[in-house]
């Protein structure tokens, strides 16, 4: 791992830009692109389905604004380190190995583990890191890990009505800046007490894991069996609130198709701010919550709606209406990798539109489910 004074060596051509926000071009500074971190090799490879059009990222300091009429593809995709390195595990044992050669695996795969955890904690560190200088002109506090409000990444961004804000400002960051100081918050949460189970668990830490769930594990150290559990419950708990939804709405318990533009419609109506804020009744938030993962269940009491998940669901719908806009400016769909489309397209609710597609097959059909729930939110 690089020094502290390493790092503060690497952020400093352009940490004196950062408190007055300045529009800064490539262009106008050649060095800008060969003044890398190096911390990109503990990333590896993103876990999920390899995309045939994504090309290999090169990490970089991720520029607070850009003022460039050509977005490169680091504008909108954060650093690769935001994600969960490559888990290489050992090969299979057939059933009859030899009871050493079993021995020796499980070894091998407690150590895999243990090596793929520490790269996912190191990559915590490091985004943290990273992200300080941006959150210090930002008026964020530094060592209190709360992801930044939107209304913030607004060149005339003011506390009263927000909503208008967000859909009329002009934005004074890239989309990879906004990923990277959200994930990194995310993260750094759960660093904490996810590094005390790694010290007293060691290499059953992914038994351990099982137990507690997401709540305690950075995104960074999640395992693709963890991710696609989490997606698993997403899909069920988005399905029983859509389900509700339908059987209130005409009477049927069938919810829109996966996929289909009525499903769409309602999704994107769910994160609308001004039905959040004034026509939104208290099953419907709770509906809502359900299907953007802020609640397990849409069951919950209703009591809980004004003090909870009005507001969670709020903050949520001004996070994603910044995101669309950050992804429409920095180069649209076609400019990020695969991995991100899924990413951005699994945060919208879009759980199961690829279901029993692999491949460039089904990234092109969440890049195309993309596309068409930002072509419905500019509206």
């Not at 090969?91 to 695996?105: C, M, T």
Request: with cysteine; charged share 25%; proline share 7%.
């Amino acid at each position: 791992m690089a020094s502290l004074r390493t790092q503060r060596g690497r952020l400093s051509h352009f940490h004196p830009q950062l408190p007055s926000l300045t529009l800064t071009s490539r262009l106008q500074h050649p060095l800008h692109n060969q003044l890398h971190l190096r911390y990109a090799s503990h990333s590896g490879k993103s876990h999920a389905r390899p995309s045939s059009s994504a090309q290999p990222t090169e990490k970089r300091v991720p520029s607070v604004t850009s003022t460039s009429t050509n977005p490169a593809a680091d504008d909108i995709n954060p650093p690769p380190s935001t994600r969960p390195a490559t888990l290489d595990l050992p090969d299979s044992l057939p059933s009859d190995a030899a009871a050493a050669l079993k021995i020796k695996r499980y070894v091998a795969l407690g150590r895999a583990f243990l090596s793929f955890y520490k790269t996912g904690l190191k990559n915590v560190y490091h985004n943290y890191r990273t992200s300080l200088p941006i959150r210090r002109s930002l008026g964020i506090p530094s060592y209190l890990p709360t992801s930044p409000p939107p209304h913030l990444f607004l060149s005339k961004a003011n506390n009263s009505n927000k909503s208008q804000k967000l859909k009329h400002d002009e934005l004074r960051a890239t989309r990879s800046t906004f990923q990277l100081l959200n994930r990194a918050a995310y993260d750094v949460r759960r660093m904490i007490p996810f590094t005390l189970i790694l010290i007293l668990c060691g290499e059953l830490t992914p038994l351990a894991v099982l137990f507690f769930g997401n709540a305690v594990t950075p995104y960074t150290c999640r395992v693709p069996k963890q991710i696609e559990k989490y997606r698993d419950q997403r899909i069920n708990a988005k399905r029983s609130a859509l389900s509700a939804h339908s059987a209130a709405e005409n009477g049927s318990i069938t919810p829109a198709g996966t996929g289909s533009d009525k499903e769409l419609e309602i999704l994107s109506r769910f994160a609308e701010q001004g039905w959040v804020d004034n026509k939104a009744s208290e099953t419907e938030i709770l509906r809502a919550c359900a299907v953007f993962g802020l609640a397990k269940t849409h069951a919950r009491p209703g009591v809980l709606v004004g003090l909870l998940y009005r507001r969670r669901l709020r903050a949520y719908a001004e996070y994603l209406g910044l995101d669309d806009r950050l992804i429409r400016k920095c180069g649209g769909v076609s400019a990020m990798e695969g991995v991100e489309v899924r990413v951005a397209v699994e945060e919208r609710a879009g759980h199961g539109v690829a279901l029993g597609k692999e491949g460039w097959e089904a990234e092109r059909v969440e890049r195309r489910w993309l596309e068409k729930w930002l072509e419905r939110r500019s509206e």
